[in-house]
């Protein structure tokens, strides 16, 4: 089924975190720093500085025995190479491997098992655990997939949960109210703790897979599956029943623990401001696996490996929802400026007078986080927020095209909310049909794209002396 998806033919994924760093080395996107970089901010300051170029490399930071890295995606470009398609295929095949999931294979024998630790456990000693910002309440595992079982059916679920070192074999875990939460409720309730695994440093198909907007008792390791075209290979935890990614770098064994909550934050986060500190769930680390000599894979705070990864799952769920309703609907952008969540550009091939407020309508219904919507026609590159910004200015007018929705559920971590509450605005930056046609034709110049700079441009020619004859 997969195999005829209409995904490109040419398909090569990296099966692992290494392939992946072996390909960004050979074309140039992996910097690798000296060893012996700081743990505290000099690694987050040069991952950050790097942010958008290169991928940062760090062998033994601190003297650790490990090494991290850090900005394993920068661009949509990157993303998509990593799983194997062209840019313009990139939301099509998330959203065809979300609806085909690909079960996983079970092994034994699994490198990310290669070494294990059981007792004595301290995670500041055995992994190299950077903390970010200046505020962090300290060093945080901020790319792990937190993998759970429904206690009664068994199925898995992934995501990415913030976890604040709290102890040797303490983790502060932040739970929104999702699908890990609901099994731990579960078990709560029984007066049971909740097994749970932290998988760090997979390949980017299993990272971006642990976004996907899928409902519960869809286990995100068959996304990665049918993201990667290929099963992925799971082993049984050392102490557990979870199964987690067998070519994982390190995974982290816990329980989170019944009717305990303790303080948790601040956090940078990907609004670029601090996720507040407040009693949070508790992870009793009972055990550390790991490869051999093995790399901590990190994401820096509101870089854009935190915003790609937030925001491409979120454009496929979002365009699959307004193409439902409206099939005029052909791509949707979360901007990077929009932190990847919040500021939704639509593309619309307008028929209805009246349509492009409904998509605005139906944007703010597919997903609370967004804020502010802009529905431009097909002539705009919803990917140039400049491009955006013209139709904004030349097809626009706020008495007749805003629309503003107050008092609606919004994005907690947007601090200008009261406590996610707030307002959405949508513009409608589309043509009026029957506009008559010259009124908003855009100039063109004939024959520009086709230019052959190499052949037209006479390098190293002085100006001056071609004046005469
Ligand atoms: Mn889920």
């Given at each position: 089924?997969?195999?005829?998806?209409?995904?490109?033919?040419?398909?090569?994924?990296?099966?692992?975190?290494?392939?992946?760093?072996?390909?960004?080395?050979?074309?140039?996107?992996?910097?690798?720093?000296?060893?012996?970089?700081g743990l505290v901010y000099e690694l987050a300051a040069i991952a950050n500085r790097l942010d958008g170029t290169k991928a940062s490399f760090f062998p033994h930071p601190?003297?650790?025995?490990?090494?991290?890295?850090?900005?394993?995606?920068?661009?949509?470009?990157?993303?998509?190479?990593?799983?194997?398609?062209?840019?313009?295929?990139?939301?099509?095949?998330?959203?065809?491997?979300?609806?085909?999931?690909?079960?996983?294979?079970?092994?034994?024998?699994?490198?990310?098992?290669?070494?294990?630790?059981?007792?004595?456990?301290?995670?500041?000693?055995?992994?190299?655990?950077?903390?970010?910002?200046?505020?962090?309440?300290?060093?945080?595992?901020?790319?792990?997939?937190?993998?759970?079982?429904?206690?009664?059916t068994g199925v898995q679920n992934v995501a990415i949960h913030r976890c604040q070192v709290s102890g040797p074999d303490r983790l502060g875990i932040l739970l929104l109210p999702r699908h890990t939460d609901h099994f731990f409720r579960k078990a709560e309730a029984a007066g049971e703790p909740l097994d749970l695994a932290i998988a760090i440093g997979t390949d980017p198909a299993t990272l971006l897979s642990s976004q996907a907007i899928v409902p519960l008792g869809h286990d995100e390791l068959e996304i990665a599956g049918a993201l990667r075209s290929a099963p992925l290979d799971v082993v049984r935890c050392t102490t557990s029943e979870v199964r987690v990614p067998a070519q994982a770098e390190i995974i982290i064994e816990g329980r989170l623990l019944p009717e305990v909550r303790e303080p948790e934050g601040p956090f940078g986060e990907f609004p670029q401001y601090y996720?507040?500190?407040?009693?949070?769930?508790?992870?009793?680390?009972?055990?550390?696996?790991?490869?051999?000599?093995?790399?901590?894979?990190?994401?820096?705070?509101?870089?854009?490996?935190?915003?790609?990864?937030?925001?491409?799952?979120?454009?496929?769920?979002?365009?699959?929802?307004?193409?439902?309703?409206?099939?005029?609907?052909?791509?949707?952008?979360?901007?990077?400026?929009?932190?990847?969540?919040?500021?939704?550009?639509?593309?619309?091939?307008?028929?209805?007078?009246?349509?492009?407020?409904?998509?605005?309508?139906?944007?703010?219904?597919?997903?609370?986080?967004?804020?502010?919507?802009?529905?431009?026609?097909t002539d705009v590159d919803i990917h140039d927020p400049a491009e955006v910004e013209w139709a904004v200015a030349t097809r626009f007018q706020a008495d007749r095209d805003a629309v503003i929705i107050s008092h609606s559920q919004g994005s907690k971590l947007d601090p200008s909310t009261d406590a996610g509450v707030g307002a959405k605005m949508g513009l409608d930056a589309t043509i009026p049909v029957g506009a008559p046609e010259m009124k908003f034709k855009r100039i063109r110049v004939p024959g520009e794209e086709e230019v052959d700079l190499g052949r037209v441009v006479a390098q190293g020619t002085d100006w001056r002396s071609t004046l005469g004859s």
């Open positions: 089924m997969l195999e005829n998806a209409g995904l490109s033919g040419s398909k090569t994924t990296s099966p692992t975190l290494r392939d992946w760093l072996d390909r960004l080395a050979a074309s140039g996107r992996l910097a690798v720093m000296r060893p012996g970089i601190d003297g650790h025995s490990g090494s991290v890295v850090s900005g394993l995606v920068s661009s949509r470009a990157w993303m998509a190479e990593a799983l194997g398609v062209g840019q313009a295929e990139l939301l099509q095949h998330y959203q065809t491997a979300a609806a085909n999931p690909l079960a996983w294979r079970e092994i034994s024998g699994a490198p990310c098992q290669a070494v294990v630790h059981q007792e004595n456990i301290d995670l500041l000693k055995l992994l190299p655990i950077p903390t970010h910002n200046e505020f962090d309440s300290g060093p945080y595992i901020s790319a792990g997939l937190t993998i759970a079982r429904d206690p009664e996720g507040e500190r407040a009693a949070r769930h508790v992870v009793q680390v009972v055990a550390v696996t790991h490869q051999v000599n093995p790399i901590f894979h990190t994401i820096v705070g509101g870089g854009l490996e935190h915003l790609l990864l937030g925001a491409i799952p979120r454009e496929a769920t979002i365009l699959a929802s307004l193409q439902r309703n409206f099939p005029g609907v052909q791509d949707v952008h979360l901007s990077l400026g929009g932190v990847g969540r919040y500021h939704l550009y639509v593309k619309l091939k307008k028929t209805q007078e009246g349509e492009a407020k409904n998509v605005l309508l139906g944007a703010f219904a597919a997903h609370y986080d967004i804020k502010q919507a802009i529905v431009v026609d």
